[in-house]
């Protein structure tokens, strides 16, 4: 409970910094651009990589397959979802609340926390967990900020993205157990772990753009119980009717239960699609989930 805290306290802390070196003039406009680039086109599709690199063996495919089972499930009905509940929204909210819904934090805080809590084990199955959110939020999700109906285009653009890419490599890795030379994986390891401490701080520097005093607003409150409380709560009860072993089921919503995913924000700026908004949505949610992660994971590791 206390490493959980204290990976969260260190994202906020994070993005404080951001917001720092964003006011005090160390990154301008345009370097905050660079870097934005930096982290979508290299920092995480490393991270994304390194994520798979996880032993696995026959005795555990079943419960993996399971884990990818419940995530697709999970993706098809956030999908649906945004459209319903957002659909009539103004563009610039719209964007970033369906896109919240389809990706939380998970891969950012959703492995630490899955490790900490339930292990190795659960290092590996919250990896499986992540690749349907992760192909996901880099083609329906893009097509949600570029609005476009040029499907061939947006497939096109989808396949040849660098998080995709690095979606099937992984994938590879991790069902072919192949060891990359040594050189190569510590390189991809190295550049992949600044993945947490760059998105934060994107998140700040946009954030010292906006009126801290109106960060918690009723549309932000909502979007956050959805996000922390009424999908994962769902998805528990699916579980539990369904005799879901306890640790997939934990596994499953502890991710489920993450808040708004970085690269919410970090899509939002560049795109102009009501930055500040999409920082709200990130900046709350991860405040408040301060509370409810702790919660869920007294829930969750009672049924071990």
């Known amino acids: 409970m206390n490493n959980v805290l204290t990976l969260q306290i260190t994202m906020l802390l994070l993005i404080i910094i ?15 651009k660079n870097i934005n680039d930096l982290v979508i086109y ?7 990589v390194k994520s798979f690199m996880i032993d ?35 563009v610039g909210h719209r964007m ?18 899955a490790e900490g809590v339930f292990g190795s084990i659960g290092l590996a199955m919250a990896s499986v967990f992540l690749i349907p959110m992760r192909i996901m939020m880099w083609s329906s999700g893009i097509a949600i900020y570029t609005q476009t109906t040029d499907w061939k285009a947006t497939l096109k653009k989808v396949v040849t993205h660098p998080c995709i890419i690095a979606c099937f490599l992984g994938l590879i890795l991790m069902l ?16 992949g772990n600044c993945n947490t401490a760059l998105s934060m701080m994107v998140i700040g520097m946009i954030l010292a753009d906006a009126d801290v005093r109106s960060l918690f607003d009723k549309e932000v409150f909502a979007y956050s119980f959805l996000r922390l409380i009424l999908m994962p709560l769902a998805l528990y009860a699916v579980c539990l009717l369904c005799h879901v072993p306890a640790l997939v089921t934990g596994v499953c919503v502890i991710l489920t239960a993450m808040p ?41 590791t009672a049924g071990l």
């Open 96 to 113: 970033s609340l369906q896109y919240g819904v389809i990706c939380s934090n998970a891969g950012f805080l959703g492995n630490p926390v």
């Open 176 to 191: 072919t157990q192949w060891q990359m030379p040594a050189v190569a994986e510590k390189t991809i390891v190295t550049i």
């Open 56 to 90: 696995c063996d026959d005795s555990i495919f079943k419960q993996f397959a399971l884990v990818l089972i419940i995530s697709i499930a999970v993706q098809i009905v956030s999908v649906i979802l945004g459209k319903v509940l957002y659909g009539k929204k103004e």
């Open 260 to 300: 708004a995913g970085a690269t919410t924000s970090i899509l939002a700026s560049k795109y102009h699609a009501d930055e500040l908004f999409a920082t709200k949505l990130v900046v709350a949610s991860t405040i408040l989930s301060m509370i409810t992660i702790p919660v869920w994971n007294m829930i969750l």
């Open 18 to 32: 951001g917001a720092v070196i964003k006011k005090i003039g160390i990154i301008s406009p345009v370097g905050q």
């Open 42 to 48: 290299l920092v995480l599709p490393c991270n994304i």
